[in-house]
Each structure stands twice: as structure tokens, then as C-alpha cells.
């Protein structure tokens, strides 16, 4: 449970950064909506978007202006003050924006989403490649699978509040992404470390799984 007072080490941060222009109108609207939420500093890294995690389930606030790449940069400098290592696959040589060229919720418009605070991927979503995962989704619009960014900002989240990392044992295939020639990526952690890579749509494995959005999706306060 997220302490809803503000420190004062909390306070100071939030006038520091409103005076360098990293805190604006939008962010602040999320924090006085949502006070439970965290909204502060990791080590060097600043928060940039809300969230609450409670109830079994973890709901993040997306405000405009959030990327791919920025969140996995985010990742990343949670990584290096945390000692481990968050890696592109060697195939991958641009910003995860570039290669990224679909997403079902494409974060610079801000949203608001909902996911179960699990571990490991869907147990009951195991072993389906994208195109059946798609498949899916046309038999009921109303499913919704996790893409490349809300996996990387849950990852973030989840070790920021627990030390631990997402999908130790299995693969989280972000669905809700492809890249222009349709492949599909896919998050997971090994001794410590935290790796992107790609797989062709139709390939499944009994490791594999994704992760589907909780209840309905909202737009972004900030939107």
C-alpha cells in the first residue's frame, strides 16, 4: 500500500522539478486526482507518469507525450542505479519507436490501463502466437493484449516496488505491437537482466504468454 502523505523529501522534489519544467500541468492534475498514487523520484530517474497498484491489479495513468523508447530509457536508468542491465535484441539497431511501428494504444495519445499484478504472463493465454491472440481479439473486440510499452513500464513498476523482475521463468509476447514486417515483441528477464526481442507472428512455445488489459480502457486524464 502507497503511503498517501507527501514527505518532505516529497515536497522538495515536487518544487525542484516544477522549477526545471519537469512537472506541468498535466502530471499535476494526475497527482491531486490520484493521491495514492507514486508520482516522485527513483534515484535519478523521474517519474513520468502515474500509477497505482492495489487490489490484485496494477493501473497506469499514461499522460501525452510518453514513447517506447522513453519508458525502456527509464528502464534502463533504473537499471544502472540498481545494477542490471536492460538490452535491446542485437537485431534491433534503432529507438524501439522507429521499429515499433503499430501499437493497439500508441502512448503519445495518453490513456489509462489496467493489468493483474502477476508475475509471470496469463496462464491461460499460454502457448498462442500472435496470429490466434488476434484472432481473439476479432471474436471479441473488447480484448485487449498488452503492447511493447505497457510491458516495459510495468516491468519498471513492479521493480520499483518490489526488487523483483517480471517473467523470470517465461516471455511476455507484447501483442499489441508489430513491427513494420509484422514481427512481434516479447519481454523477459534472466539472472537479473531484462532483454527485448522479436518473434515471427506465428511462433508459440509453452513459455510464451501475454498479458490482457482488466475492465474497460479510459482515456488519459492528461488527454
Not at 521499429?99 to 491461460?124: C, H, M, Q, W
Not at 503492447?147 to 523482475?165: M, P, Q, S
Request: net charge neutral; charged share 30%.
Amino acid at each position: 500500500m502507497v503511503d498517501k502523505r507527501v514527505t518532505d523529501d516529497q515536497e522538495i522534489e515536487f518544487f525542484k522539478q516544477k522549477k526545471v519544467g519537469r512537472i506541468n500541468r498535466e502530471n499535476l492534475q494526475l497527482f491531486l486526482q490520484y493521491p495514492d498514487c507514486v508520482f516522485g523520484k527513483q534515484k535519478e530517474e523521474i517519474l513520468d507518469f502515474a500509477y497505482t497498484r492495489q487490489n490484485g491489479q496494477i493501473t497506469m495513468n499514461i499522460p501525452r507525450g510518453m514513447t517506447t523508447e522513453k519508458v525502456f530509457e527509464m528502464y534502463q536508468a533504473q537499471g544502472r542505479n540498481n545494477h542490471f542491465s536492460v538490452e535491446k535484441d542485437k537485431n534491433i539497431h534503432k529507438s524501439l519507436d522507429a521499429v515499433i511501428t503499430k501499437n493497439d494504444r500508441y502512448p503519445k495519445e495518453g490513456y489509462r490501463i489496467s493489468f493483474p499484478d502477476l508475475i509471470e504472463a496469463d496462464e491461460d493465454l499460454r502457448d498462442l502466437s500472435a496470429y490466434q491472440l488476434e484472432l481473439l481479439k476479432k471474436e471479441d473486440k473488447g480484448r485487449k493484449f498488452i503492447t511493447l510499452f505497457e510491458r516495459l513500464a510495468l516491468g519498471w513498476i513492479v521493480f520499483k516496488e518490489t526488487g523483483k523482475h517480471l517473467d523470470p521463468s517465461g516471455y511476455t509476447l507484447c501483442a499489441g505491437s508489430r513491427t513494420r514486417n509484422g514481427y512481434v515483441p516479447h519481454v523477459f528477464s534472466r539472472d537479473g537482466n531484462v532483454y527485448v526481442s522479436l518473434y515471427y507472428p506465428s511462433y508459440h512455445d509453452d513459455e510464451l504468454s501475454t498479458r490482457e488489459a482488466i475492465g474497460t480502457l479510459q482515456d488519459a486524464v492528461s488527454k
